[in-house]
């Protein structure tokens, strides 16, 4: 049998999005596994490679979820089931508008007032609820294309020197700031080391190095478990490396309720937004372009 899928792209995280609202993915895999393939693990892998697949750092699921607009049922380039990823968040709501899920025009909420008015990029024309691995989101079309995902509160950030964070945004992240070009960093040995060392055995964690560019603007790279290797961008990784930025400046950073850091990935900027009080971080919002790829039959 034919499958339809579609690809997209979110600041250089690309995804495979099959719509499962009528058991598709189920059937599909009946019809590879165990002919053609040993598990759904493997059968995942292969789509996901480079080379021999349609290439992709992980797959996704749109499927029904009785409540909200849908569930997003995410799948690392491994092949393995996986924690919550923003950027593929932002893209698989990217996709259901296309489908036509969702309400039409809902305030961005929770904004500066400047940010609300109609005709600002940050004027939400329509918005999703749906079901991810870490829980409940939403996400909104701005009215600039950019897709705006919720994020779950972060209350529990561990410092674990001068300049190394431990948080997690949906999925674990370890978050170094180094005072070089990130560029000339060997990010892969080092990030493996960290990934698989015992500390965080036998889960592993991402790992991101981050450099500080400005007042409330940061660059980072970062390694993913499950892709296991650098990724263009990691909307939970940009999110964590924000909060972990908020954490290390302190005092130095206006106390204004609404915080908005921008971050320069590999694959473009994201805008991380949050009010963060008393150690608690909340109304946390991953701000950036999702845009569709191609399409195809598997």
């Given at each position: 049998?034919?499958?339809?899928f ?8 690309d ?8 058991h598709a ?10 002919l ?9 892998a292969?789509?996901?490679?480079r080379?021999f697949?349609?290439?992709?750092d992980?797959?996704?699921l ?6 909200y607009d ?9 092949g ?23 309400d ?5 909420p929770?904004?500066?007032e400047?940010?609300t ?14 079901w991810?691995?870490?829980?409940e989101?939403r996400?909104?079309?701005l ?7 919720s994020?779950?509160?972060?209350e529990?950030i561990?410092?674990?020197g001068?300049?190394?964070w431990?948080?997690n ?11 070089g070009?990130?560029s000339?960093?060997d ?5 493996r080391s ?5 500390a965080y055995?036998?889960?592993?964690i ?6 500080i560019?400005?007042e409330g603007?940061?660059?980072m790279?970062?390694y993913?478990?499950g ?9 939970t990784g940009v999110?964590?490396?924000?909060i ?6 302190g005092?130095?950073?206006?106390p204004?309720?609404?915080q ?11 805008h ?12 946390i ?14």
């Amino acid at each position: 049998m034919k499958l339809p899928f579609v690809k997209y792209q979110g600041t250089g995280n690309d995804f495979v999005l099959i719509d499962n609202r009528e058991h598709a993915w189920q059937t599909y895999l009946q019809s590879q596994v165990p002919l053609h393939f040993s598990s759904e693990k493997a059968l995942v892998a292969h789509l996901c490679h480079r080379q021999f697949g349609v290439g992709a750092d992980g797959l996704m699921l749109l499927q029904p979820k009785s409540g909200y607009d849908f569930e997003m049922v995410y799948f690392n380039s491994d092949g393995g089931l996986s924690s919550m990823c923003g950027n593929g968040g932002r893209c698989i709501a990217a996709w259901a508008f296309s489908l036509g899920l969702g309400d039409d025009h809902s305030d961005f909420p929770k904004t500066p007032e400047a940010l609300t008015n109609p005709g600002s990029p940050f004027h939400a024309a329509r918005t999703v609820s749906f079901w991810a691995p870490d829980g409940e989101h939403r996400a909104w079309k701005l009215e600039d294309g950019a897709i705006a995902l919720s994020m779950n509160p972060v209350e529990h950030i561990q410092h674990l020197g001068t300049d190394q964070w431990e948080l997690n945004t949906g999925s674990p992240h370890y978050v170094q700031f180094e005072t070089g070009d990130l560029s000339d960093i060997d990010l892969i040995p080092w990030a493996r080391s960290i990934r698989h060392s015992d500390a965080y055995s036998p889960a592993g964690i991402n790992v991101n190095a981050v450099s500080i560019l400005g007042e409330g603007s940061i660059a980072m790279r970062t390694y993913e478990r499950g892709v296991e290797n650098e990724t263009l961008s990691c909307g939970t990784g940009v999110t964590a490396a924000a909060i972990a930025y908020f954490q290390r400046q302190g005092n130095s950073i206006s106390p204004a309720s609404t915080q908005e850091i921008a971050v320069s990935t590999a694959g473009g900027p994201l805008h991380v937004r949050f009010a963060a009080q008393n150690g608690r971080f909340e109304d946390i919002y991953l701000i950036g372009a999702a845009q569709f790829v191609f399409e195809g039959n598997l």
